[in-house]
């Protein structure tokens, strides 16, 4: 009864989440704008290229015999289509190629002449048919009967093949993960903001205190981000459908071919990547008060996320190394890592399960932490809150005695109205043995990636990308904004 | 029935409840009393669970609140807010069908409230298009709609204008004759005085005081004697043991101990001056309050 109730009540929120963006115009602005891009990005370029595949060839003085029709084979043979124009004089076709009537002439069957630099394609079909043609008209006069012509001229057919892939592996099925993993980035980092505005605009108008009186924070951060990420889903169709529908019209990209298993776990990550950091910017959003202070309380996060993004792509070139098992398997990286190793095969059946429950486990606890973090921090509606003050807040009781009874006092009054503290010695010094202390850690870390993955500049990722987000997370606990400073 | 059962909270060594006590009864209106601080915030919090409490509960009906019946209640924050660029019937919807009611009763109900409130003309408009006093109406049947049994109101008098003020009254007093059970804070102690049937005054997040109005005026043994004259004033200090509190041009008023000769006292202003009206009555709300709260 009580469930069905929260799931009601999280799906009311969804759709006021739906309706309510679906109607405002920097939604259907920047939906539009997506569109557009997306389809100028694939149809602009097949414009530019001069008759969409039809190409336009002059011919003047004296050619070998049969070279139009051999220019117009060739050019069909590398999936061209070759017009010949015929001038008198070579004066005329030179006109013709300075007002861009044609790309290239053919002068007495052996000079090309180009307005600017030579195509390199066309140079290769113009002139392979040229030889073509010589050769031909050279057999006729050696006396070989056409046929025979012919059957010596018959084209090898010649395959080739790329060793670099592994049996059972389809190039289109890295391509079409590494787009998903591109979109997934995407997508989180545009959602995940949304979700985070969506918390702190929530709480700077102070409907949040009228809301949380009659849903549980947990219902209302699930359907929030499940509000958010259906929008974010439509979106992407949109934008999917306006692509395939320009990329048909134009018919210059092929559609790779995937694999059905690839794709379903691919869709399925990328489910479980966008839900994992939505509902990590929800809970950090439910730190801040408004709006401005997104960047204060979601830093690490954002920090964090090219990162993880970034490793993926490094794991590709590597994916049955220990370094690409562990980012497969940990949580924030794993929507990011696992279908990479699914679609290079580099998976046992079990891997990508196992690391799914692992995911759906840290949902769940996330969920669970951000409804806690979310019900406390809404009393509060100064700066930025420390994460240790909203955690202080959740846990019943006193907090530990301060050796000063006065500034215990004021530490309170401070901590309960969730204002910033200023730091004392003990916290200033405490402060310099942790930096000192990350900084060997993160030193270690990013010599030991160096070394592992026999890459400098991975190293360097690492050690500072550790850093950086432990140094942030240092800060949220605190609470404090930067460096510290001393006030004593 | 909504009884406070030793609610305590604590924000680390800040206690903002103290076993705070008491009940607020249905059909009637109960004026919450103290001064800031005293917890009046975190006590009506609790009542939504917005408050982990580090002892006592708040029970509803004899029982403790479930999340069904939470959801049905009425709540209006001290910091008002809504969703400023949502519009104002959509918001009132949603907010309605939150508490669990179907969607065309939401309807029904929150139209009925805007028209009364005389906002049906704006209900299209958003919110943030709305002047102050109209998003506090606004505000207002955020926490009616649905007809709750339960009304819970921290302040709900601050920042309107005197015209305002009577209609909140005159509509808080509707909603408790309905049936409802209506608790409000508030520190406008001569309002609470003309419309409240209970009232309970907090102070350090303990109950000082509390009980039905008229009860606890009579119970004190103090009495004042308030007096409009014509003429020159009396020479107030012949009339021990009755002491003056305050005079103003044509007004006195005077504490009158048990045992006072109301007669005497009559008779000895109409020596010097023309009496137009002579009351003898109870400590007024806000006499009470003082002397709780100074105690």
Known sequence: MKGRQGVRQGWLVTRRELRERARSRAFLASMALMVVIVAAMLIVPAMLKPGGGTRDIGLTGRAPAGLAA????????????????????????????????????????????????????????????????????????????????????????????????????????????????????????????????????????????????????RALLAGKIAGIGLLGLAQIAVTALAAFIAVTAVGSIDIPAIRGTVLAWA????????????????????????????????????????????????????????????????????????????????????????????????????????????????????????????????????????????????????????????????????HRLLVTVLTGIALALGVTVAVLTSDVILGVIAGFGFFSVTIMMVRLWTGHPGPPVEHH | MLDFDGLTKRFGRLTALDGCTFAARPGRLTGFLGPNGAGKTTAMRAVFGLVELDAGTVRWRDGPVSAAERARFGYMPEERGLYPRMRVRDQLVYLGQLCGSAARDVGRSVDSWLERLGLAARAADRLDALSHGNQQRVQLIAALVGEPELLVLDEPFAGLDPIAMDAMGGLLSDVAAGGATVLFSSHQLDLVEDLCQDVVIIEHGRVVLAGELAELRTRVPQRFVDIRYRGPAPDWSQLAPVELIGARDGQARLRAGPGTDLAAVLARVQDRADIVSFAYQPPTLSELFREAVAA
């Open chain 1, 70 to 217: 051999t220019i117009a084979g060739q050019a069909h043979a590398a999936g061209l289509k070759a017009r010949i124009y015929r001038y008198a004089h070579l004066a005329a076709g030179e006109q013709a190629v300075r007002q861009g009537h044609v790309e290239v002439l053919v002068s007495a069957g052996q000079r090309l002449e180009w307005q600017g630099r030579a195509d390199q394609q066309l140079k290769a079909v113009v002139t392979g048919a040229i030889q073509l043609a010589v050769v031909r008209e050279r057999a006729a006069a050696a006396g070989i009967r056409p046929e025979a012509a012919a059957a010596l001229l018959a084209p090898v057919p010649v395959s080739s093949v790329e060793l670099g892939h592994v049996a059972g592996r389809s190039p289109a099925d890295e391509t079409a993960v590494i787009v998903m993993t591109g979109i997934l980035f995407f997508c989180i980092t545009i959602f995940g903001a949304m979700v985070l505005n969506g918390v702190l605009e929530e709480k700077g108008s102070r409907v949040v205190e009228v809301l949380l009186a009659r849903i549980p924070a």
């Open chain 1, 267 to 430: 869709v399925v990550w990328f489910v479980l990547g966008y839900a994992l950091y939505a509902t990590l910017y929800g809970a950090l959003g439910s730190l801040g008060s408004r709006a401005e202070d997104a960047q204060a309380v979601a830093g690490p996060v954002m920090v964090f996320l090219p990162v993880a993004y970034f490793a993926s792509f490094f794991m590709i070139a590597q994916p049955a190394s220990a370094a690409a098992k562990a980012i497969s398997y940990f949580p924030l990286t794993a929507p990011f890592a696992m279908p990479g190793r699914i679609a290079m095969g580099a998976t046992a059946w079990w891997e990508p399960v196992l690391a799914l429950a692992l995911s759906l486990a840290t949902i769940i606890g996330l969920v669970q932490l951000a409804g806690r973090l979310y019900t406390n921090a809404i009393l509060h509606s100064g700066p930025a809150l420390s994460l240790k003050d909203a955690w202080r807040n959740a846990t019943a009781g006193p907090a530990p005695a301060h050796p000063h009874a006065t500034k215990a006092l004021h530490h309170a009054a401070r901590a309960a109205t969730g204002r910033k503290t200023t730091m004392t010695t003990t916290d200033l010094s405490s």
